[in-house]
């Protein structure tokens, strides 16, 4: 069964959705801080159940898919028919939303990995020596904000995908024209050829 452009903006649109979500729970999930416990010479942090690591990895995997599919979609020969590349590029509002739409989803898997690993490190790095530490967690507002980014990503590769659309039916447009103005010039090259005789 071929895959449609319609079906390739869905798949491109679900997964961004699901990329949002999981970065906004992992969001409002995440503690403001730990409890620290006096040991000697130590303090350990003891955090509440924190699932945003896990949902923070959930959503970088739901971008890094969104993002897969975005790219696949702008080349993918649908109907079985390939356009070249140049053809795509040579479109000015297409090479600049191709661009925007690598850029947005770089920044947003940036902003979603730096406090999800940041997290993590916490959670796992829980002992210290320093005995005025106050049990930090992961900076507030990066994954909110890396899930809407996210968000943006995707909607930059639907407009993105919309216009290789119209650059790709401009392109067979342009070889149709060529193809029946062939016959034409042949026909007219014989009556030269031949003084006037077909």
Same mark, same amino acid.
């Given at each position: 069964?071929?895959?449609?452009?319609?079906?390739?903006?869905?798949?491109?649109?679900?997964?961004?959705?699901?990329?949002?979500?999981?970065?906004?729970?992992?969001?409002?999930?995440?503690?403001?801080?730990?409890?620290?416990?006096?040991?000697?010479?130590? =303090?350990?942090?003891?955090?509440?159940?924190?699932?945003?690591?896990?949902?923070?990895?959930?959503?970088?995997?739901?971008?890094?898919?969104?993002?897969?599919?975005?790219?696949?979609?702008?080349?993918?020969?649908?109907?079985?028919?390939?356009?070249?590349?140049?053809?795509?590029?040579?479109?000015?509002?297409?090479?600049?939303?191709?661009?925007?739409?690598?850029?947005?989803?770089?920044?947003?898997?940036?902003?979603?990995?730096?406090?999800?690993?940041? /997290?993590?490190?916490?959670?796992?790095?829980?002992?210290?020596?320093?005995?005025?530490? /106050?049990?930090?967690?992961?900076?507030?507002?990066?994954?909110?904000?890396?899930?809407? =980014?996210?968000?943006?990503?995707?909607?930059?590769?639907?407009?993105?995908?919309?216009?290789?659309?119209?650059?790709?039916?401009?392109?067979?447009?342009?070889?149709?024209?060529?193809?029946?103005?062939?016959?034409?010039?042949?026909?007219?090259?014989?009556?030269?050829?031949?003084?006037?005789?077909?």
């Amino acid at each position: 069964m071929a895959v449609t452009i319609k079906q390739m903006a869905l798949l491109v649109s679900f997964l961004g959705i699901l990329s949002f979500i999981f970065g906004v729970i992992a969001e409002n999930k995440k503690p403001a801080a730990g409890t620290p416990i006096s040991g000697k010479d130590v =303090v350990i942090c003891k955090y509440p159940s924190d699932p945003t690591v896990v949902l923070g990895y959930l959503s970088v995997v739901f971008l890094a898919l969104s993002g897969l599919a975005g790219y696949i979609s702008l080349f993918y020969p649908y109907k079985g028919k390939s356009v070249p590349q140049s053809v795509l590029f040579r479109s000015t509002s297409f090479f600049v939303f191709f661009n925007i739409a690598l850029f947005t989803c770089g920044l947003a898997a940036t902003l979603l990995l730096w406090p999800t690993i940041t /997290e993590q490190l916490h959670l796992t790095r829980n002992v210290h020596h320093n005995l005025t530490t /106050e049990c930090p967690t992961a900076k507030t507002g990066l994954l909110g904000g890396g899930a809407f =980014v996210s968000l943006d990503s995707a909607l930059f590769w639907l407009v993105a995908l919309m216009l290789a659309n119209n650059a790709r039916e401009d392109h067979f447009d342009e070889v149709e024209k060529d193809s029946k103005a062939e016959p034409g010039q042949v026909l007219s090259a014989e009556y030269h050829v031949k003084g006037g005789a077909v």
